[in-house]
Structures are given as structure tokens and as C-alpha cells.
């Protein structure tokens, strides 16, 4: 879970689509909510609760009905003073990049605004309806509940939008010491982790970071180079080429000849008679 807290998790459930649904008790006390990787949205469904935000310094009663939104990867932390209750809703990033490609927007420069204590019928409706399919166990099945997380998604992009800038790859440390591997262990078989611990980041992260980096997929970029070291080598022609294709890192000559043609667009033996 993304918060720290004292309470009490009444259920929780996550259709295939990814929406999660989580019906929470909570005591009174500090919420903390740390860097969640959905977007988070609460809807405060018991009796009157003292509240107050850190982030927003605001101060207020919550009723049933009052919505709190905060975007994926922002921290907050509250305090309640009163025991209170709530559906909360987790909508993951990867569901609202794909509905803002679908509306037509840079998924990448397209987030939600943080939002405090409002009202918003559309919103409140929607929790509703996913609390009462919670409860009865989804009998409407997952188109249904489906149809409810894309139609969050897009309210969410048509009402909240905000920008947000444009992702970063690797630090410029983080990417020499991954090209630096690259290049000292090519004849080898190079390993996603790897590559990703030279970074100091998770294997998924280091995929999409690495190609904001250099416009190509690491496995790609790898091939390149390997292409770029085998004719290099046979233009010196000190290797037959099939110990170049093994120098290069490729597991057999053919393989070699293919990864060749693509990127070079032209053979081994071609490369050879260039030397002549």
C-alpha cells in the first residue's frame, strides 16, 4: 500500500482493467501518502470528519460525498481527527496515458491537477456505482466495471487536466556507465538487469528511460553496436568471420549476416571485398 497509517482495509478488488477499489475504516490520526505509482481518488462515504492537508494547508469538515484526487507520484499527508470511511478509487498511470492517446493528447505531457474537499457529481456517481459492484462481487461483470474505469479516465482528462513536463531518460552519469558496459562486455550475453543495476533502477524503468535516451529499445541499440564492432573487424580482416561474428557478440555468422543486412543494408562478404 502506498499510505502508512493506522486503519483498517475493509476490501479491496482490481478488475483486469486496473482499477482498484478499496473500501476503507480509518481511525483517527495522520495519513501519510507516499509517491503512489496510481492515481488516487478518495470519496469520503461515513459521518462528518475533521480534516486538515499538509500539502494544500487546507482545513475543513469532509461529508459524505467530498472527493480528494491526487495524481500518481505526488506525496501528501493529513490528518483526520475523527474516525471516518471511505471508497477509494486507484486509477493506474498506464490506464490514463492510454485514454489521453485515445482523446488525442501527448500522454507524456498530459497529467491530472491535485484537487482537495470538492464535489463533483459525475465522480461521486461513479464511486458509487464501483462500491455497490464491489460489494456484490462484480456481478455485472468486467465489461461493466471496465466501462466505469475508462469513463473515470477520460472525465478526469476532460475536467482536471494539467500539464506536466516532459519525461526525462538516464542523468548523464547513469548513461555513460551503461554504454561503458555496453562496450566492455559486447561478446557477451548482456543482461536486462544488468544494464539496469549500472543505472541504479528497476529493469521497467530502465527500458523506458533508456529509449527517451537514445530513441531506440536497449536491445536494438545493442544490436547496432554489435553490428558497428563486426564491420569494424572484418574491414580489418585479422578474423574469419565467424570468430568476428562471435567477437561481436552475435551467436552465430548467420545471425551476424542478418543483423548486418538490417541496419547496414549489406552482407559480411560485401563489407570483405570493400577492402580490396
Known amino acids: 500500500m502506498s499510505e502508512q497509517r493506522q486503519g483498517e482495509t475493509l476490501a479491496e478488488r482490481r478488475p483486469r482493467i486496473g482499477l482498484g477499489v478499496e473500501l476503507r475504516a480509518t481511525p483517527a490520526g495522520e495519513i501519510q501518502h507516499l509517491l503512489p505509482s496510481d ?7 461515513g459521518a462528518p470528519v475533521r480534516t486538515s492537508c499538509h500539502l494544500s494547508r487546507v482545513r475543513a469538515i469532509r461529508t459524505r460525498g467530498d472527493i480528494c484526487l491526487i495524481p500518481a507520484g505526488m506525496p501528501d499527508a493529513w490528518v483526520d481527527d475523527d474516525a471516518s470511511s471511505s471508497v477509494e478509487l486507484r486509477l493506474p498511470a498506464s490506464l490514463l496515458r492510454r485514454v489521453a492517446e485515445d482523446m488525442g493528447l501527448d500522454p507524456d505531457r498530459t497529467g491530472i491537477e491535485p484537487r482537495y474537499s470538492f464535489r463533483e457529481a459525475q465522480i461521486e456517481h461513479l464511486a458509487w456505482a464501483l462500491e455497490a459492484e464491489f460489494r456484490a462481487g462484480f456481478p455485472n461483470g468486467l465489461l461493466y466495471s471496465e466501462s466505469l474505469g475508462l469513463a473515470l479516465a477520460a472525465h478526469l482528462l476532460t475536467r482536471y487536466r494539467a500539464p506536466v513536463e516532459a519525461p526525462r531518460g538516464l542523468s548523464k552519469r547513469q548513461l555513460q556507465r551503461v554504454i561503458e ?14 544494464l539496469a543495476s549500472e543505472a541504479e533502477v528497476s529493469a521497467s524503468h530502465f527500458k523506458v ?12 541499440y545493442v544490436m547496432h553496436r554489435r553490428v558497428e564492432r563486426a ?9 574469419p568471420a565467424s570468430e568476428v561474428a562471435l567477437e561481436a557478440g552475435f551467436s552465430h555468422q548467420s545471425h551476424m549476416a542478418r543483423w548486418m543486412r538490417r541496419v547496414l543494408g549489406v552482407t559480411p562478404k560485401s563489407v570483405v571485398r570493400s577492402r580490396a
Not at 39 to 45: E, R, S
Not at 210 to 220: A, I
Not at 231 to 239: F, H, K
Open 209 to 220: 528511460l533508456f529509449k527517451r535516451s537514445m530513441g531506440l529499445p536497449v536491445h536494438e
Open 181 to 194: 558496459h555496453i562496450e566492455a562486455h559486447l561478446d557477451q550475453n548482456l543482461s536486462l538487469t544488468r
Open 231 to 239: 564491420r569494424a573487424l572484418l574491414v580489418r580482416g585479422e578474423l
Open 39 to 45: 492515481h488516487y481518488i478518495n470519496v469520503h462515504a
